[in-house]
């Protein structure tokens, strides 16, 4: 199945850890270059989105915007039904499926119910395989 990234985000290690939304990131086997988790860890270098959680939570009534789940990669596919070790490839970047997004209180800061509403529909934590990979927004995702 083909699908597209509809955005990508990091977070700046500065004193306001900003959110910022690009066209396009870099990735080599540490993580996503320039952002605040770079080499901090591997397991978890990654967190891919599915449109899916935010059109969960506006059917709730929560109205987000895109980035508020802390994603690094939108996408149109719903990854999360990868088992671990299941690899993605994301333009010309290929991906590992690591884990499931554990909730976090920075979730319950965005909205009191998202924890719960979310608990299975977050997001999945990947690492980089391809060393030295960039991936823009548009790319197409496809399970290998």
């Known amino acids: 199945m083909q699908n597209k990234v509809l955005k990508l985000f990091i977070t700046k ?5 900003t959110r910022m939304s690009l066209n396009s990131i870099n990735l080599d086997a ?6 605040k988790f770079y080499n901090q860890n591997l397991q978890r270098s990654v967190l891919l989105t599915s449109i899916e959680s935010y059109k969960i939570a ?19 596919y719903n990854p999360y039904h990868l088992q671990e070790g299941a690899r993605l490839l994301v333009g010309n970047c290929l991906l590992e499926i690591t884990q499931n997004c554990t909730l976090c209180k920075g979730l319950s800061s965005v909205n009191s119910k998202l924890p719960k509403l979310l608990k299975h529909d977050r997001g999945i934590f990947a690492k ?6 960039q991936i823009n927004v548009g790319d197409t995702t496809e399970v290998l």
Request: proline share 0%.
């Open 128 to 133: 980089v395989i391809e060393e030295n990979s």
């Open 30 to 35: 540490l993580g996503i270059k320039e952002d």
């Open 58 to 76: 506006k059917n709730e009534g929560i109205d987000l915007e895109y980035g508020s789940l802390g994603e690094n990669i939108l996408l149109e």
């Open 13 to 17: 290690n500065d004193s306001n850890k």
